[in-house]
């Protein structure tokens, strides 16, 4: 089992759109990212995200190249500031799952997993990167496996 943790693609200000949707660099970013991790052999049985446009946009883009045979779904309590502890107790580990997201909520979530805390960044998010998280069967500890950066200067 794999869990991989998204944060959104870069998002238009909300001046500019006040559902703030992806931008083109975000849509470009999220394609490009998107087009590795096919090539590289992700395997995904299910994308979630949450309710705000952006995540939804950047959940689809990675759809469309990796294919999840369960399909794209939105569902509650992946907003920034949510209980990551709630979301982590809800994660079934018989599941590839990818998880489109915000700040802080993914890289608090990602702490949790790690290290059982979430009172510090375990790793600094960019914007349509994933992190792929595995659990290890013998010990039930979390460590993060690789990662997929659009910056890596």
Not at 44 to 70: F, G, M, Y
Request: charged share 25%; net charge negative; hydrophobic share 40%.
């Amino acid at each position: 089992m794999a869990l991989y943790l998204v944060q959104h693609g870069k998002s238009l200000p909300k001046d500019r759109d006040p559902d703030q949707g992806l931008s083109d660099e975000g849509i470009a970013e999220a394609g490009r990212i998107a087009e590795v991790a096919k090539n590289y052999g992700v395997r995904v049985s299910r994308i979630v995200h949450s309710v705000k446009t952006r995540a939804r946009q950047t959940a689809e883009i990675l759809a469309e190249a990796l294919q999840p045979k369960d399909g794209v779904h939105e569902i509650q309590g992946l907003k920034p500031l949510d209980d990551v502890a709630v979301f982590a107790g809800q994660i079934d580990e018989n599941e590839d799952l990818m998880v489109v997201g915000h700040l802080p909520f993914m890289e608090r979530l990602n702490c949790l997993l790690a290290i059982g805390s979430v009172g510090k960044r375990l790793f600094k998010f960019q914007n349509a990167g994933i992190v792929c998280m595995e659990k290890d069967p013998e010990t039930g500890s979390w460590h993060i496996k690789w990662v997929l950066m659009p910056d890596i200067g």
